[in-house]
T-cell receptor, first 115, second 115 residues
Framework: GAGVSQTPSNKVTEKGKYVELRCDPISGHTALYWYRQSLGQGPEFLIYFQGTGAADDSGLPNDRFFAVRPEGSVSTLKIQRTERGDSAVYLC?????????????FGPGTRLTVL | AQSVAQPEDQVNVAEGNPLTVKCTYS??????LFWYVQYPNRGLQFLLK??????LVKGSYGFEAEFNKSQTSFHLKKPSALVSDSALYFC?????????????FGAGTRLFVKA
């Protein structure tokens, strides 16, 4: 079956602009996660959704970052007033949920470059 | 707070030899532990997980890992390495005492298998 998909695969923007990154989870998965992976680092947790609600957003670095999942399926990560330090690969994952032992399945990521 | 350490940036092994990729963790209680592999330009792929029960966990592609509570380790192993195993490997931990959904990843270990 179809895996987790993310669009766009690459996004280049200028400092100060607004960007939206989209994640389509595996059909039927109730849990959805966003991570950020900087060069040479492991993925860094940003936010976790169970259904439509953000159950844990403790990883969002500041109030420029926001994520939504209005219908409990597709999620959008929104970054306002982008900074060069936001450049990274943004990964989305989903799991069957709501059990925390469930395996997360990752998408290919969106590579964000802020010039 | 939970944390993961992968003490080796890189591991080199000859094809056919056994391989070990090391991981140690820190959580307040009994952890959930995971290994993922990342190939170039591809998303993270799940290899195996330890939740409870038998300390030796078997996973995909012939990999296995042993949970050692006294040493707080979860080393990844394979009896006979293949050139195609060359990739970036990540260890990850979840702490069920804090809800269990927030996943913390190590910085990764690059495995090179020489023919």
């Amino acid at each position: 079956g179809a895996g987790v998909s993310q669009t766009p695969s690459n996004k280049v923007t200028e400092k100060g602009k607004y960007v939206e990154l989209r994640c389509d989870p595996i059909s039927g998965h109730t849990a959805l996660y966003w991570y950020r992976q900087s060069l040479g680092q492991g993925p860094e947790f940003l936010i976790y959704f169970q259904g439509t609600g953000a159950a844990d957003d403790s990883g969002l670095p500041n109030d420029r970052f926001f994520a939504v999942r209005p219908e409990g399926s597709v999620s959008t990560l929104k970054i306002q007033r982008t900074e060069r330090g936001d450049s990274a690969v943004y990964l989305c994952a989903s799991s069957r949920g709501p059990t925390s032992t469930d395996t997360q399945y990752f998408g290919p990521g969106t590579r964000l470059t802020v010039l | 707070a939970q944390s993961v350490a992968q003490p080796e940036d890189q591991v080199n092994v000859a094809e056919g030899n056994p391989l070990t990729v090391k991981c140690t963790y820190s959580v307040s209680g009994n952890p959930y532990l995971f290994w993922y592999v990342q190939y170039p330009n591809r998303g993270l792929q799940f290899l195996l997980k330890y939740i409870t029960g038998d300390n030796l966990v078997k996973g995909s592609y012939g990999f296995e890992a042993e949970f050692n509570k006294s040493q707080t380790s979860f080393h990844l192993k394979k009896p006979s390495a293949l050139v195609s195993d060359s990739a970036l490997y990540f260890c990850a931990v979840r702490d069920p005492n804090t809800g269990g959904f927030k996943t913390i990843f190590g910085a990764g270990t690059r495995l090179f298998v020489k023919a």
